[in-house]
């Protein structure tokens, strides 16, 4: 990474996220903070395009360091009936 002013806030606690389709993206806003948040000035927001495989790997990963499985898929009920 690069070095530049804002390097000493490349850390802080993420507050939320919102994910949309972009056509063959996804659309990722993250909101996070350094400090105490007393306005609207202290959430700073981060924009990201990922491809889908991406992000699938992103959330794998974040589950495995959380020690969690991702949910299955549940089959719908052709799928239970004619075992496919």
Same mark, same amino acid.
Do not use: C, H
């Given at each position: %990474? ?10 802080g606690?993420l ?12 659309? *990722?806003? %993250?909101?996070s903070?350094?400090k105490?948040?007393?306005s ?5 927001e981060?924009?990201?395009? %990922?491809?889908?495989q991406?992000a ?7 589950y495995? *360091? ?6 299955? &898929?549940?089959r719908?009920? %052709?799928? &239970? *009936?004619?075992?496919?």
């Amino acid at each position: %990474m690069g070095q530049g002013p804002t390097d000493k806030d490349a850390f802080g606690m993420l507050l939320g996220w919102k994910a949309d389709p972009a056509g063959e993206k996804i659309a *990722l806003l %993250m909101q996070s903070t350094s400090k105490v948040v007393d306005s609207s000035e202290d959430v700073r927001e981060y924009r990201y395009f %990922m491809t889908k495989q991406q992000a699938v790997q992103l959330g794998n990963y974040l589950y495995e *360091l959380a020690g969690e499985t991702a949910p299955k &898929r549940k089959r719908g009920w %052709m799928e &239970r *009936l004619f075992g496919g």
